[in-house]
């Protein structure tokens, strides 16, 4: 069983502050996603990675940014918190087979985050 | 500019009837669908896929529909019971090399009524 953990179910911040959210899964899996949520907007992908050290930019990369140094742990930063990134954030992983990503996406359970 | 399209933000279905909630997407080069299913305050769940090469995808209670030159799919839930109360997410993704991304709807709000 996929299990895929994120480091705050709530978070709290400031607007201008420095902000770290973590994810860990323990699949082994290559490809790592960041999303945030809103509604009427579905799911928008911010940030991915498929291997350690390498990462792209998804649809709404700005005000983003992101590191992979260990294949179970994809890290979410916001250099300086605004109000408009008041969301929830969602990880999630695919797996590779053969070098082929799957579609299948495993989510983490979401970090509610609030920038004042 | 939405490539997959919910436009029913909201479903309400009594019990033991059936549940259809439906997408539409506009980028023919997507060959692989798939519902997740949400809970308050939880991450979505995989739900049920289909690839392009199919029109039909059925496990259990859940059935997804595509009909390509649509370009719509539909999931169908019978019977409908309340622990099927959940936000619904369709998303896409286009086959290729490389990590595989998804792009999702908005969502649908389904709730089941005793």
């Known amino acids: 069983d996929v299990k895929v953990t994120q480091s705050s179910r709530y978070l709290v911040k400031r607007t201008g502050e420095k902000v770290f959210l973590e994810c860990v899964q323990d699949m082994d899996h290559e490809n790592m996603f960041w999303y945030r949520q809103d509604p009427g907007l579905g799911l928008r992908l911010i940030y991915f990675?498929?291997?350690?050290?390498?990462?792209e930019k998804g649809d709404i990369p700005e005000g983003y940014s992101v590191s992979r140094e260990k294949k179970e742990r994809f890290s979410l930063i916001l250099e300086s918190a605004s109000t408009n990134q008041t969301s929830m954030y969602l990880c999630a992983t695919s797996v590779q087979r053969g070098g082929v990503s799957t579609d299948t996406q495993y989510f983490g359970p979401g970090t509610r985050l609030t920038v004042l | 500019d939405q490539q997959v399209k919910q436009n029913s933000p909201s479903l309400s279905v009594q019990e033991g009837r059936i549940s259809i909630l439906n997408c539409d997407y506009t980028n023919s080069m997507f060959d692989y669908f798939l519902w997740y299913k949400k809970y308050p305050a939880e991450g979505p769940t995989f739900l049920i896929s289909i690839s392009s090469i199919k029109d039909k995808n059925e496990d259990g209670r859940f059935t997804v529909f595509l009909n390509k030159s649509a370009k719509h799919l539909s999931l169908h839930i019978v019977p409908s019971q309340p622990g099927d109360s959940a936000v619904y997410f369709c998303?896409?993704?286009?086959?290729?090399?490389?990590?595989?991304?998804?792009?999702f709807g908005q969502g649908t709000r389904l709730t089941i009524n005793p």
């Open positions: 998303a896409a993704s286009i086959g290729g090399g490389g990590a595989q991304k998804l792009v």
């Open positions: 990675s498929y291997d350690v050290k390498m990462k």
